[in-house]
């Protein structure tokens, strides 16, 4: 079955710090990627998804990009970290056979 | 692009009774509507999922209805217990694989 590792757990940063999150994904190969990310409180917005390696598609334009150098590695980067990029981010994968399979999850605090 | 809006965004129920969560939908194409279980500092769980060929699908106390001609889809979850205190997302997509559009979120509590 289909595992997404995602790392760190949680983060603390100062504004205009540098930031990449990390997901994985085992048993599965060529899966399509998604980032989402969670105010607190809020819902969840789509901020990126990739069909396959290099191919990334932005739902909202922002202070972050994402990059999917391996077909099971998807990365979410910021040169300059804002406040309202603090949240809690999730990566997402078509489970098996419906839905997603969501990551752990990265609660990120900018500072 | 789809558009998926949820009410009411809380729900307060005495064990017992139940709950009825209601999403409405924008993109007639839409064909496969999950819904989402999150507790609290987790991550979202796949509670229970229904496709546009079927209008009802059940699994114990939840259950599913959708309305294709309305475009809405409402979660019911019967006979309410405490740990079905969480938040809960209705979601819709052209199909199972392709990217999610998610309502706002319905902060359920059940009150013992």
């Known amino acids: 079955s289909q595992t997404i590792h995602q790392w760190p757990a949680t983060l603390v940063q100062p504004v205009g710090s540098p930031l990449s999150l990390e997901c994985t994904v085992e048993?599965?190969?060529?899966?399509?990627l998604y980032w989402y990310r969670q105010a607190a409180g809020r819902g969840l917005q789509l901020l990126f998804y990739?069909?396959?390696?290099?191919?990334i598609s932005s739902e909202v334009p922002q202070n972050l990009s994402a990059s999917r150098p391996q077909d099971r590695q998807f990365i979410l980067s910021s040169k300059k970290l804002l406040l309202s990029d603090s949240g809690f981010y999730l990566c997402?994968?078509?489970?098996?056979?419906?839905?997603?399979?969501f990551g752990s999850g990265t609660r990120l605090t900018v500072v | 692009g789809e558009n998926v809006e949820q009410h009411p965004s809380t729900l307060s129920v005495q064990e017992g009774d139940s709950a009825v969560i209601k999403c409405t939908y924008s993109?007639?194409?839409?064909?496969?509507f999950p819904w989402y279980k999150q507790e609290l500092g987790k991550r979202p769980q796949l509670i229970i999922d229904?496709?546009?060929?079927?209008g009802e699908k059940k699994d114990q106390r939840i259950a599913v209805t959708l309305n294709k001609t309305a475009k809405h889809f409402s979660l019911h979850i019967t006979e309410t217990q405490p740990e079905d205190s969480a938040v809960y997302f209705c979601?819709?997509?052209?199909?199972?694989?392709?990217?999610?559009?998610f309502g706002g979120g319905t902060r359920v509590l059940v009150k013992p």
């Open positions: 997402a994968s078509p489970g098996s056979p419906y839905g997603y399979t």
């Open positions: 048993g599965t190969s060529n899966p399509n």
């Open positions: 990739s069909v396959g390696i290099g191919q």
């Open positions: 993109d007639s194409a839409s064909n496969y």
């Open positions: 229904i496709r546009s060929n079927v």
């Open positions: 979601a819709a997509s052209g199909a199972a694989g392709n990217k999610l559009t």
